[in-house]
């Protein structure tokens, strides 16, 4: 199993460019998440999914689209990129229901760093 | 909105030296999970308990979930400079249907060898 995987590991945009973050996992989870990681801010959640056909915001959904129409794919659309938006960001997926009281255990992609100028 | 706040956001401590950080909720949790992070790499899950007053031991890593699961905390016994990285608590509220992940900011630890 490759586990979690992102796609690209760097990526530079200009102001206003649009751009795809994309997350793959072959574990079969029905969970998956995007997070942004800013030095001395933790963890923040964009937007979940329960599942396929199924999204929801996070914490700090703003700017930021999602979709997952399957089970391993669950990519993040940047519409209008702005500098506010320069971050890591990493994907992460869990079992769920399926696996029972871990089924919350996060697996995390080796993620994505953004700049955006 | 729940809050997850993490204390000390950075710890040094001398090779052998013992290391601590704690997390407290603003709300009850259904349970809570703690994650290492080395630098330059991504989160990596360590544990998740559940029950209120649970206390698990990984090797020399302590971890206890409070009475009232509002809080919790990571002990390491006589760190190593394997131990480096950033440890994260992440708390999932206690509401039906409720799926996300509250971390916490993360304590940064440095082990000088």
């Known amino acids: 199993n490759a586990g979690v995987t992102q796609t690209p590991k760097f990526q530079v945009l200009k102001t206003g460019q649009s751009m795809t973050l994309q997350c793959a996992q072959d574990m079969n989870h029905e969970y998956m998440s995007w997070y942004r990681q800013d030095p001395g801010m933790g963890l923040r959640l964009i937007h979940y999914?329960?599942?396929?056909?199924?999204?929801d915001q996070g914490e700090v959904p703003n700017g930021y689209n999602v979709s997952r129409s399957t089970t391993e794919d669950f990519p993040l659309r940047l519409l209008s990129a702005a500098p506010s938006q320069t971050s890591v960001y990493f994907c992460?997926?869990?079992?769920?229901?399926?696996?029972?009281?871990?089924?919350?255990?996060?697996?995390f992609g080796p993620g994505t760093r953004l700049t955006v100028l | 909105g729940q809050q997850v706040m993490q204390i000390p956001q950075y710890q040094h401590v001398q090779e052998g030296e013992d290391f601590t950080t704690y997390c407290n909720s603003s709300?009850?949790?259904?349970?809570i999970q703690w994650y290492k992070q080395r630098p330059g790499g991504h989160p990596v899950f360590l544990i998740q308990?559940?029950?209120?007053?649970e206390v698990k031991k990984q090797k020399r890593l302590t971890f206890q979930f409070g009475e009232a699961k509002k809080n919790s905390s990571l002990h390491i016994t006589a760190t190593q400079t394997t131990d480096v990285g950033t440890y994260f608590c992440a708390g999932r509220g206690s509401g039906a249907g409720s799926y996300q992940l509250t971390f916490g900011k993360g304590t940064k630890l440095s082990v000088i060898p």
């Open positions: 999914s329960v599942g396929a056909g199924i999204t």
């Open positions: 709300t009850t949790l259904s349970n």
């Open positions: 308990l559940v029950k209120s007053g």
């Open positions: 992460a997926s869990s079992p769920g229901l399926a696996g029972g009281r871990m089924g919350n255990e996060q697996f």
